[in-house]
């Protein structure tokens, strides 16, 4: 059973090149397919540019999406506009951002910052709203509750602050947390703790998580799932452990060699995002596998080990239509 | 390591700086031999980017250099002229930033950056500067007909590869380079780092290499410094390091990286957070965080009370911890 079940989504941007500002279209997201499921993390991996966060933020409805469907439960909400509706749908799906400075109010206590959510959704009785308060510090850690409540924003660490963010998230009882590169700003020996409390939240909360990064290291440590982005598309996706020890599509192998200690990269360039792309695979000027079909036609997510699935010609070949 | 490695080129005794009344740099010692990597490494705020801006003389107020010397081939640089460290920037050490990509003129061409820097340090005509310039470019894997381009035209990898290349262009002895990929795609940030690996080799020159990226400067540093609050707390060859590394807040920031490969283990990481600098704490700087700092300990006194000297545990290893050298 899935918690979010996210169908051929796809979101263009209008784009303006050149001096004279021919008009063109990014194509930020393309037929992106994919589920969350409860007590599952997966990880959405990709360098800048690739649309991973444009994800997260179609997936919160902060965008709304050209094409496609996103499926809670019974309902698509990709298109639900009403204000109502919106707001029953972030009651279950909740997302943390990258930069825990930016993200909470520096006017404001803790307290405010938790409490907000709670009389918002209605999640308790007035009465009980303290206590709640309390009790969601102490799920991720921030203890005691009482003064960490009292406190503002800039008088706690930067992982501190992250927490916070964590714990206002879970405020409302969500079924899917999305976090968009939670550690990033954090300092290293920080991150660690905050990828813990993920994998605890995870397995008491049966949440389904969705890990956006650029770091396949920690992805490893608290994903089940991955999925690899490259310019818009999804090129490969599969059980974590699967992947990084097989992966299927050559740009998957050259993310992985790029870690290497040592290692000597063959594949150059940088990846970009598609402005009116051309049928054909994106990854193709790059790509030291690249024969004729892959600069005509776009090649198709195909499952070509269990559960393990490429957009390859070459690696992952499909039925040509 | 070969003859030309010993000779001591930059040496830092008690280097001290001041952010007003807060102490960012508190008493580093450390020698960059000509031709080797220097490694630095530590978190945001312990005073890596002020010790690489105190090496290159360009610390600005509020920063204040209080205390130690900065001897570069054993002539300090504490008191020097203007003019004089003007000529001592960039013909002897060149500097790439964390941003410097973002560190090019909109407004000009690729090849006339080049041409400025080199005739306000040299006497060149521009015909000869261009031509080493597009030999610069060459080198780090860009094409010479760039020189033309403007910079909005580059990726923000090729950007960064034209710094580079333009802070090589006076062949310095001392290329600082702090947090040089940390804006940059692994991808990119790969290339780029087997370019500077490679430039090094054939040119000489010595590196110091700042980033809170510890993994990287294993593979890239022959020496490596952790910082921790304004100190050196640990100094060691880059393999030594990563074998055996000493002090316990090395160790836990090594814990702090997941593994690629092998075995998911659960990690710990390290409890708490850096201290703050206005108000750091008594004795050993990392004790409320240490996890070998308990009461049941014998030297726990000292612990909270004494800071703890840097002192060589092995030869070329120096660990500042009471506990060192006791401890496997």
């Known amino acids: 059973m899935s918690a979010l079940d996210v169908h051929e989504l796809t979101k263009h941007f209008p784009a303006t090149t050149g001096i004279v500002g021919s008009r063109g279209r990014v194509h930020a997201v393309d037929d992106v397919s994919f589920r969350l499921s409860p007590g599952r993390i997966t990880a959405l991996v990709g360098e800048s540019g690739s649309g991973k966060s444009t994800v997260a933020r179609l997936l919160v409805r902060l965008y709304a999406p050209t094409a496609g469907t996103i499926q809670l439960g019974e309902r698509d909400v990709a298109r639900d506009r009403s204000k109502r509706a919106l707001r029953r749908y972030r009651a279950q799906v909740q997302m943390i951002f990258q930069d825990p400075f930016g993200s909470l109010n520096p006017a404001k206590t803790i307290h405010h910052h938790l409490a907000r959510p709670l009389r918002i959704h209605g999640i308790v009785p007035d009465r009980d709203v303290d206590a709640r308060v309390h009790e969601l510090l102490e799920t991720v850690g921030l203890v005691p509750p009482e003064l960490v409540a009292a406190k503002y924003p800039h008088q706690l660490s930067g992982g501190q602050r992250q927490r916070v963010a964590i714990a206002r998230a879970l405020a409302v009882e969500p079924v899917v947390l999305l976090a968009d590169e939670p550690t990033s700003m954090l300092d290293v020996s920080i991150r660690i703790g905050i990828l813990n409390l993920m994998l605890r939240l995870k397995e008491e909360r049966q949440l389904a998580f969705l890990y956006v990064t650029h770091d396949l290291a920690s992805a490893r440590y608290v994903a089940d799932d991955i999925l690899v982005m490259y310019a818009g598309q999804i090129v490969e996706q599969g059980p974590i452990e699967q992947v990084l020890a097989e992966p299927l599509h050559p740009y998957t192998q050259l993310l992985l060699s790029a870690l290497q200690p040592g290692a000597r990269l063959e594949t150059r360039g940088q990846a970009g995002a598609a402005v009116d792309p051309k049928p054909g695979c994106r990854f193709v000027g790059r790509c030291p596998l690249a024969i004729d079909v892959c600069s005509q036609v776009t090649p198709a997510l195909v499952e070509a080990r269990t559960q393990q699935a490429a957009r390859c010609h070459v690696r992952a070949p499909g039925v040509l239509q | ?328």
């Not at chain 2, 261009?130 to 035209?153: F, M």
């Open chain 2, 1 to 328: 390591m070969s003859a030309v490695a010993t000779r001591t080129l930059v040496e830092l005794r008690g280097l001290t700086v001041d952010y007003g009344s807060v102490r960012a740099v508190d008493g580093v010692d450390l020698e960059i031999r000509a031709g080797e990597i220097v490694g630095l490494a530590g978190e945001s705020g312990c005073g890596k980017s002020t010790v690489a801006n105190a090496v290159m003389q360009i610390l600005r107020p509020p920063a204040r250099l209080t205390g130690g010397s900065v001897l570069f081939r054993g002539d300090d640089l504490v008191g020097k002229s203007a003019e004089e460290l003007r000529r001592y920037r960039w013909r002897n050490v060149a500097m790439v930033f964390q941003s410097a990509m973002n560190a090019l003129n909109p407004v000009m061409r690729v090849g006339d950056q080049f041409v400025d820097a080199m005739k306000a340090h040299e006497h060149i005509d521009r015909k000869a500067a261009l031509a080493r310039a597009g030999e610069l470019l060459e080198t780090v894997g860009i094409d010479p007909s760039r020189l033309r381009s403007y910079p909005h035209e580059l990726s923000g990898g090729m950007r960064q590869r034209v710094i580079i290349a333009i802070a090589l262009s006076l062949s310095p002895e001392l290329l600082i380079l702090d947090e040089p990929t940390t804006a940059l795609d692994v991808v990119v940030q790969r290339e780029i780092l087997q370019q500077i690996e490679e430039l090094q080799r054939d040119f000489g020159f010595a590196v110091l290499f700042i980033t809170h990226d510890l993994s990287l400067l294993v593979e890239f540093a022959d020496r490596i410094a952790i910082m921790y609050a304004g100190e050196i707390v640990e100094l060691a060859e880059a393999e030594r390091l990563h074998d055996e590394p000493q002090h316990p807040y090395t160790r836990g920031l090594m814990a702090s990286f997941p593994p690629l490969s092998g075995p998911v283990t659960r990690l710990v990481g390290i409890p708490g957070a850096p201290p703050d600098l206005a108000d750091p704490p008594a004795g050993c700087r990392f004790h409320p965080r240490c996890p070998l700092c308990v009461p049941q300990e014998p030297l726990y006194r000292r612990q909270l009370t004494e800071r703890p000297a840097l002192r060589e545990v092995e030869p070329g290893h120096l660990v500042a911890c009471h506990l060192a050298g006791r401890t496997a």
